[in-house]
């Protein structure tokens, strides 16, 4: 009896000192932190008010001034090279008007210095009238200036 009496006190003095010692040991250091790699500074490109202008929204003309519609929106291909402009065309306040791709080189920019600014497109009315509605989804049908089409290729 006197030896059970032993171990049990010696199991108790045990489990005091691992209890007492964990409490004064300090916690495990952690791993250094890694530096997280700093990116690089971005380039900046100054772009003088003069010589660049929001599009969208901007009215388009024919080379007799006749009024062709609006720039409603850009067409870029997967490179990210912009390739056709979508213009709304027709109807009064949005209403009764369709889209129509027209080729991005089938544009001119060269008298758009401030908003009220035109952009010049190398078609006359009754080819804009004549060309097919744009349809989101669906293949392009892009109407070019004389000559400056090409192809694209595109997936079914």
Known sequence: MRARLLVTILAAALATVAIARAQNDPPPAK???QETPKAPAPSVTVIGARDAHGILGREVRSAANEDMGRIGDVIVDRSGTVRAAVIDVGGFLGVGS????????????GR????????TLELNKEQVSAAPEYKED???IVLGGAGSLSPWEYDH
């Open 31 to 33: 791993p250094p932190a």
């Open 112 to 119: 758009i210095a401030n908003k009220g600014d035109s952009i």
């Open 98 to 109: 369709r889209r129509i791709v027209v080729d991005w080189n089938a544009l001119h920019f």
């Open 138 to 140: 669906t293949p392009l």
